[in-house]
């Protein structure tokens, strides 16, 4: 028996060891079209912000969505959503004063979504800015909803028992960092905060002390969701969010399943962008990614209408996208997410070294390492594709693997020593091993320095850090320069610790551009920081741009509309469908 | 003549084998052995005992002859291929990139040879096994021989450590020690080099290993110390050296030696499983842990980066464990099957 079994096991191992060697791997089939030309707007047309939101071929009404999720989202209170998973299911079940229109192809409209347009610079100056309310929007209890409780959403955003959320629009009407402070909400629960005034039902006013341009876009997140004061159940609030969009929380088992039924009292009418195909969406936690994702592949019954909302994991992907059947339910699409390689430019003060690390880099082995492009694209630019305005350029072209020969003319036979400083996670180790031998070979010296995974976002961020290079990463709140430039190389905002400034790179005269362009109209910013950029990169090369990250998703056969936000870079479910 | 109580095994089989002839020691054909020759024969006797002694000498030869295969080969463990990677990083051509020039393929991502970095990592393994089943053992028999032979409160208080030693969670010291070590001797712009991490690894180990050697040790030293041949060399006013060394150790080898064996598969294993969890070596270093758990990321899409390692490491410690099992049969007969 002992001998047989001994045979069986050998046979076994043998044989999955021959299936996988019986394939060879050309590389056929492996290209990734990244061609797609990112466009984004502010809609000047009223007619823009009108529902109802065109219908989808071939959608219809029916079924149950479902979306596996490897962990429960973190807040459903909209004025406490900031993470990916929360901004893609708050769509769901909130309405917001601005909402962007997204083709799921790059063309991006940001468009009125409770209000009729998005927003009117009243004095051309970006400091008074009004909102009028669309009639016939509600609640799920049929109650209309006016600038009275979109103006509460945005005031109980000052409680810190209610923290989580983003943080703008606050900071700006308090103009100080230390908003819930300067005004206190739970002294002050009948009033509003400063600045923030609703005149009429009809009206929502934001004075500001400074020049706040960006304001339609920070109110396109959930902090401008609508709120009754007397639904207001304060932290409780997380588990069960008063709709004001397409559906309404039916169950909330926290941690196992979210499920959304339709809200009767939702008006198609007066949505740009939401639809309300499915009767039931459900949210399921659990399964890993791996998991999640080959029970989508499998395609079996309930699974059929499902979608894997974390991406496929990099030991999956040769799999799928070699699989021609899977091919009609994959999704590709870059996101917003952009990875630098980041210089201290406090420690590496020069320019050459900076620009021979641009010319060295091979971006094309980096993307192999980190599991291939279906995982990351290249970038050569400091503002992702996704960004208004943006404009393609390489400013130190050394093509796909690097310029090795170019590196080393402009370090001139010298042999810098840098220290690289890397989470001690998985994925930065490869990176690390990967940028080591890569910069070796064009005559630098890496010394590699782990750095604990959970004090490494910290460690970099303080002022006088010790490491010369490390990864950065930069997902922006909403694709315009403003939320990618001055944030992350305004020298002036360059304090202790905490510095998303974490090239620690500081110009006067570019720090005077960003200043200039802030104060220019939103819609005419778009090509001045496209032009910054370049600007930035060609004269001072504070960072090594690498790579944006991409979304691969799967779902079942029978999931339809579903498309990767450009905004966020994860899966929107506003047309999402259950397919016959 | 001693009155070792393995001798008078020894002596036990010799009359056995000599058909009951013990009284006529020197009869035709009957040849005298000691007990180390008496194991030897019946080492070389058991077929699965030799089969796993040829692998193990093979597998440490082949540790010891790393530079010589690196030359012969042509690739060094941190060279990188991608080139021969397709847009997912994944080796082209049959079985995980088998060619002439890469024997067991590439890894993917990276691209760096899988054969001279099992190498490589073959020995990075099987010193740090070696190593720390030597400390171990050093430490055990030292500790135990002391507790057993003089007893009092040395006894006492040498188990009283032992205890407290078995009852620390290993894991959990081995997780919280390995980082603040290397942040205590090395600055924020030093890497840590390989051999300080190997060093660390293994004082975890012998920190935490000897406990069972020790307890081994010990309980073997009481059972021998009250008997004759202790009494009589004592009474011959032998000293603590030579009644520990000469008198007690040379009987206690055989269980020694078998706990030795079967420590080295386990610290292969454990050394394998501390970097899976991320505290043994990084990624520079190769080790057999860290390739195990890079690879297991690829089970479905490349098997062949999982097999390789994975079989390798199989056969290493299932080789020591069935010579270690050999080992004890051959020096304790009466325990055999």
Redesign the interface.
Known sequence: MRPRAAVAAGGA?AL??T?????????DG???DNTRQQTGVIATDPKDSLGPAAEVAGAQKGGTFTIIRETPISHLDPQRTYSFAGLMANPLFSRYLTTWKDDGKGGLVLVGDLAETPGTNVNSDCKVWEFKIKDGVKFEDGTPITSKEIAYGIARSFNPDLAGGPTYVQEWLADSPEYDTKWDFKKNQTSLPPGLTAPDPKTLRFEFAKPRCDLPFAVSLPTSAPLKADKDTGVNLDQRPFSSGPYKVAKNQAGVQLTLDRNPHWDAATDPVRHQYPDQFVWSFGPTADAANNRVIADNGADQSAVAFNYV???????V?QDAALKSRTILSPTPSANQLVINNQRVTDLKIRQALNYAIDR??L????????VAQPMTTLMPSSTIGYEAYDAYPAGANGNVDKAKELLGGKTPEL?LGVA?N?GE??I???LK?NLERAGFKI????I?DDAKLDEVKKKNN??DLYIGNWAADWPSGASILPVLYDGRSIKAEGNSNSAFFNDPAINAEFDRILALEPTKQGPEWAKLDQKIMKEHAPVVPLYVDVAYLVHGSKAGGVFISSVFGYPSFVNAHVKK | MSLSPVEGVALAEIESTGDGDGDAPKAKGFVGRSPGQLAWVRLRRDRTAMISAAMLVFFVLLAFAVPLIQALYGVGP?E?F?DR??????????????TGEHWFGLE????RDIFIRMVHGLRTSLFIAFAAAVITAALGILLGTLAGYLGGWIDAVINWITDLTLAMPFLIIALALT?TV?LRFY??????PPAFQIGVLISIFALFGWTSTARLVRGQVIALREREFVEAARASGAGLGHMLFRQLLPNIWAPILVSFSLAVPSYITSEAALSFI?VGL???TPSFGRMI??SL????????YV?FPG?TIFALVLAFNLFGDALRDALDPKSSR
């Open positions: 191992i999955v060891v299936l996988g060697a019986c394939s060879e791997n050309t590389g492996t290209t990734v994991p990099s030991s999956l992907v040769a799999k996208a094309d082995g993307i192999k390492a980190v599991g291939g492009q279906t220290v001690d998985t180790q490869k690390a091993i990967q031998g010394t590699v320095r782990n604990p010790p490491w | 941190r990188q991608q990677l397709d847009g997912f990083g994944m080796p082209l051509g049959y079985a995980g990139g088998i993917p991502g990276l691209g980082p290397a600055g924020q712009r030093e890497a840590v991320g990084t990624d520079e758990y890079r990321d690829y089970l479905q899409t490349d098997p062949s097999f079989i």
